[in-house]
């Protein structure tokens, strides 16, 4: 028999064929009705006789990387539940947004197709529906509330609304007026991350960031969540909009979440990459090379990824930092981008086009000595969480991201928290930038660890006749 891992792989692709991502019509497509003798499998349908399991769990659990199976396959069934009974929302499932079709991710072309298609669906039926285009991520929700209809952000960008709290000494600047407006929360877009390999991303004990939450990684795209089990209820509450009792967390909820949880921690990019993660739960060492056999170029991209890029994306998920390099980083993805002050200028980003540019606010912070300060950005990141800005560079929250995981990068364009390069030819050249960067502002005689291997050389950054083979290997991830 096929290894769990294998069997879950496969249900998911036939769900993926089936284009329906509802649970009740996707055991209708997944072939399963065979394994209810005959009668059609319904809800009721235990998961394991819908995925043809007949041995106990002792002996099944082997399959599941450590994870109990029975949980892991209630929590596919909640990853793809749009009706989660009984806790209302406003019927969006996790695989709405986290499409298992595309990596488990959504990009502006996904979000754009299903638009396209909804409003064809409209023209027959007007009830039609896709539970993607919720006003919640309308770009004019703020204005028109339930009546919002202006789908740019996710339609152009494949961005959703991540609604934070402002912290007490930060405001926004009303564009109208110039002056703090009464916002008490930001709106920041971010792309739909994938939870592939999540099991390697999260909090690793690696180097830690001076300030909570989260000092060694986490989950989210500024780790502001230390398990997948807090990460589903913050989805749940604020992407599927449910209802729960304030308080206290219902038993079935606790339930709901480490079953999603188990799921989660089965999703692999690939056989290799899944043999590292088992082997890393292990505490195995070494640990086996998630790489498949690399040929001459992609062997000297690699070369180059290990010195221009492991020592932010280091460790097995390639999102961990190696010390003396610190936890958290402004790669200048955020837009505006920045622009050198001299002429001819020393480092050229390419500037954010207009319909990312626009997802800008002016933000005033109050610092420490009472001062205020106003910076722009579309994104401050842990900023945002913190609230502690004004600091040297490696001691500012201020645009700060958690570091991704770059395995099976190649099938998830676009990229960066707000999708901002298009392709990993994009990426490779807007780091280029980046490592001028670093240079020109790094105070005199001091050499970061993040752009030098020897803290006397500049050494780092990847050179442009590099570039083919360094985007090569990346491929390979
Ligand atoms: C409306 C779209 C949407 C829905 C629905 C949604 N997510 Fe997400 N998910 C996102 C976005 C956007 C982020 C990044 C948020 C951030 O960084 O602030 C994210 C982040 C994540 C991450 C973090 C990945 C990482 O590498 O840190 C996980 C895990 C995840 N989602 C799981 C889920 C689960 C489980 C559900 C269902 C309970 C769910 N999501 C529902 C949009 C969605
Ligand atoms: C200074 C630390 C640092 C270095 C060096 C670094 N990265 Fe990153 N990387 C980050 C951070 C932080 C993010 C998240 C930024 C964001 O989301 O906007 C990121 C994000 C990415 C992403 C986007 C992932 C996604 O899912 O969208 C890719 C691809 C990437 N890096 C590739 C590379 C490559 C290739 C190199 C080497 C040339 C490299 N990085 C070097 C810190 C670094």
């Not at 595309?102 to 197709?113: M, N, R, T």
Request: hydrophobic share 35%.
């Amino acid at each position: 028999m096929n290894t769990m891992h294998t069997t879950i792989r496969t249900f998911l692709v036939s769900l993926a064929l089936a284009g329906s991502l509802a649970w009740t019509s996707a055991l209708a497509n997944s072939g399963a009705d065979a394994r209810c003798g005959g009668a059609p499998c319904d809800a009721s349908t235990s998961p394991a006789q819908l995925l043809g399991f007949t041995e106990g769990p002792a002996t099944h659990d082997a399959h599941c990387d450590g994870e109990s199976c029975d949980a892991a396959l209630r929590g596919l069934r909640a990853f793809f539940d749009r009706d989660l009974r009984p806790l209302g929302g406003n019927g969006r499932s996790c695989a709405d947004c986290h499409m298992p079709a595309d990596s488990f991710q959504l990009s502006p072309a996904d979000a754009e197709a299903r638009f396209q298609r909804l409003q064809q669906q409209r023209s027959q039926d007007p009830g039609a529906d896709d539970p993607l285009f919720r006003t919640i991520d309308a770009d004019d929700f703020r204005t028109n509330g339930s009546a919002a209809s202006d789908f740019s952000n996710l339609r152009e960008n494949g961005l959703i609304r991540v609604v934070l709290p402002l912290p007490p000494n930060i405001k926004l600047i009303d564009p109208a007026t110039g002056v703090p407006s009464t916002e008490t929360v930001a709106d920041v877009w971010r792309m739909v991350p994938s939870v592939n390999n999540v099991r390697l991303t999260g909090p690793d004990g690696g180097v830690a960031w001076p300030r909570d939450p989260n000092r060694s990684g986490g989950y989210q795209l500024d780790a502001r969540f230390t398990t997948l089990q807090d990460q589903a209820l913050g989805a749940l509450l604020n992407h599927a909009e449910i209802q729960l009792p304030p308080g206290e967390l219902l038993d079935f909820m606790v339930t709901l979440l480490d079953d999603m949880n188990s799921f989660e921690r089965l999703l692999f990019t690939n056989e290799r990459v899944r043999q590292l993660a088992i082997a890393a739960s292990a505490g195995a060492l070494p640990l086996p090379d998630p790489d498949p056999p690399l040929d001459a170029l992609e062997q000297q991209g690699k070369t180059v990824f290990v010195r221009a890029c492991t020592q932010c994306h280091g460790g097995p998920g390639q999102s961990t930092p190696q010390a003396p390099v610190v936890r958290y980083h402004d790669i200048s993805s955020q837009c505006p981008r920045p622009v050198d002050t001299v002429t001819p200028a020393r480092f050229n980003f390419q500037p954010c086009p207009p319909r990312l540019a626009r997802n800008a606010r002016t933000y005033e912070i109050t610092l420490a000595t009472g001062a205020k300060i106003r910076r722009i950005s579309s994104d401050p990141g842990r900023a945002l969480l913190t609230g502690f800005v004004g600091g040297q560079p490696a001691a500012d929250d201020w645009n700060k991201m958690d570091i991704n995981g770059l395995h099976g990068i190649k099938d998830t364009a676009p990229y960066f928290h707000n999708n901002s390069a298009a392709t990993l030819e994009d990426v490779v050249d807007h780091y280029i930038e980046f490592f001028k960067r670093v240079k020109v502002m790094a105070p005199p005689g001091v050499v970061p660890p993040i752009a030098s291997t020897d803290g006397v050389n500049f050494d780092r950054a990847p050179r442009p006749e590099e570039r083919a083979a360094l985007l090569a290997y990346l491929r390979k991830l």
